[in-house]
């Protein structure tokens, strides 16, 4: 079953411009990770972050979780065209081992 | 990152025959690995978890005797989809991971397309 919502489910913004995606998840969790997956292709690991961590940075990429909310975003600064793609948040569960996606965003950067 | 590999990338096969998709950590030993199955602009869902040496742990609603998973080493698991039908058509990906909370790594996919 699917853990986590993301939204918006679709996002097209002007390159340049800041896009900001969120995923809200139900159970307890030990970790949450965002992965890109381009159309058609396998997934790319961006960032993890901890259950006890609130905000992580990579690179133009900024995560941020909020446990007491069950949520984190996922910010991706001065957006290029190479970054269209879909965004999928995974939750590292508590009580096992499994990772569950959610829904994913869609996101086009427009030229 | 580690690397993870996946094999075909892509398969067409008859329907009701057997497809066999292997998924192999190259340079790291997998304590674990999961499969999933994507349709179309759909997200991940989650199909089974394996262990090295273990049977894998199923979710709910996927057919173990239809979805065959075996993780014989902890560089390699397998997924064999028996008896194939056009319903089984689509994309599947393979996961592995050294322990929780390390991140898991992906293969690039599997496109399986019966007909």
């Known amino acids: 079953s699917q853990q986590g919502e993301e939204d918006p489910q679709a996002l097209s913004i002007q390159e340049g411009e800041n896009a900001t995606m969120n995923c809200s998840y139900k159970?307890?969790?030990?970790?949450l990770q965002w992965y890109r997956q381009n159309s058609g292709r396998g997934l790319v690991h961006l960032i993890l972050?901890?259950?006890?961590?609130r905000e992580k940075h990579s690179g133009r990429l900024r995560v941020t979780l909020d446990t007491s909310k069950k949520s984190s975003s996922l910010l991706i600064t001065a957006s290029r065209a190479a970054d269209t793609a879909s965004y999928f948040c995974?939750?590292?569960?508590?009580?096992?081992?499994?990772?569950?996606f959610g829904k994913g965003t869609r996101l086009h950067i427009l030229p | 990152g580690a690397v993870v590999s996946q094999h075909p990338s892509r398969v067409i096969c008859k329907s009701g025959t057997s497809v066999k998709i292997e998924c192999r950590s190259l340079d790291f030993q997998a304590t674990t690995m999961f499969w999933y199955r994507q349709f179309p602009k759909q997200s991940l869902m989650l199909m089974a978890t394996s262990n090295e040496g273990s049977k894998a742990t199923y979710e709910q609603g996927v057919e173990k005797d239809k979805f065959l998973i075996n993780h014989a080493s902890l560089t390699l698991s397998t997924l064999t989809v028996t008896s194939a039908h056009p319903e089984d058509s689509s994309f599947y990906i393979c996961?592995?991971?050294?322990?929780?909370?390390?991140?898991?790594?992906f293969g690039q996919g599997t496109r399986l397309t019966v007909v």
């Open positions: 996961s592995a991971r050294v322990q929780r909370p390390t991140e898991a790594f």
């Open positions: 159970t307890s969790i030990n970790n």
């Open positions: 995974a939750t590292g569960l508590n009580r096992d081992d499994k990772i569950i």
């Open positions: 972050i901890r259950s006890n961590e």
